[in-house]
């Protein structure tokens, strides 16, 4: 089942009557199955970002089609926009963006807030995801009271708490020491199993582009090379190597 389709999409930002312009993304095209957890990579510069934003609904395309939930999102109003932002998109940053002024708990439930949504159905869809991701204990605590691991399980539980079509994580592992980066990436790839959960990562890292199933790589605002897992994760991760070396990217 397709949870997105990119068709032909295209970004150009300036104006043609300075002679200003700049062309991000290239007749981008790429479909996501549910279920699929999908690296997005390139070095700085490629596009990748823009086409998080595009995806994340922060951005619309200069041409082209871009389709999700049964809807072309560049046809949508602001109104539907933000609505189909809050309910089908869940966020994962590299900075957790949570609210200081607000308990673990209280981040988390703040997209079903937003919503509408009673306190009834808000404590009924926490309490499994606090315990099945481990912060039970300290979900009435602020995000400057618990570790760094902490707070970005409780970033997950925010983006998962509304059963989103599609969670994005913009360089997740970005502030994280080795060993935190392996337990977020552990973490991802129990959500994505678990839950059935669709995501897209877009990362430098190749360690942790190596936990998705497949990695679009971008060059100069189009789709360079694609690779796929496979069962010999030695060989993905060396193949992983050889196109960042190839596009110049950051191997950390």
């Known amino acids: 089942m397709q949870i997105l389709t990119v068709d032909s999409i295209s970004k150009v930002y300036g104006s043609k009557k300075n002679g200003k312009q700049y062309q991000a993304l290239k007749n981008i095209t790429f479909q996501v199955n549910k279920g699929e957890f999908i690296g997005v990579m390139g070095s700085s510069g490629s596009g990748k ?7 994340g609904s922060i951005d619309k395309p200069t041409t082209g089609s871009f389709e999700m939930a049964g809807n072309e999102i560049a046809l949508l109003g602001k109104k539907e926009l933000a609505n189909h932002r809050m309910k089908n998109i869940g966020f994962i940053f590299q900075d957790y963006n949570l609210l200081e002024t607000m308990t673990l708990k209280e981040n988390i439930l703040l997209p079903l807030a937003l919503q509408g949504a009673s306190t009834e159905q808000m404590e009924e869809k926490l309490l499994p995801l606090i315990t099945d991701l481990g912060i039970k204990e300290v979900a009435n605590k602020y995000p400057y009271e618990v570790s760094g691991g902490e707070q970005q399980r409780a970033a997950a539980c925010r983006a998962l708490i509304t059963k989103p079509k599609l969670i994005l994580a913009d360089e ?9 980066s392996k337990d977020l990436l552990n973490l991802l790839t129990y959500i994505n199993k678990e839950y059935n959960a669709t995501i897209l990562l877009v990362t430098h890292d190749v360690f942790a582009a190596s936990y998705c199933e497949k990695i679009l790589f971008i060059r100069d605002g189009e789709i360079y090379n694609e690779l796929y897992s496979g069962e010999n994760k030695k060989q993905f991760f060396d193949s992983i190597i050889d196109v960042m070396t190839v596009l110049g990217g950051e191997r950390k």
């Open 49 to 55: 970002t823009t086409l998080l934003n595009i995806l």
């Open 172 to 180: 997740p592992t970005g502030n994280l020491d080795s060993k935190s």
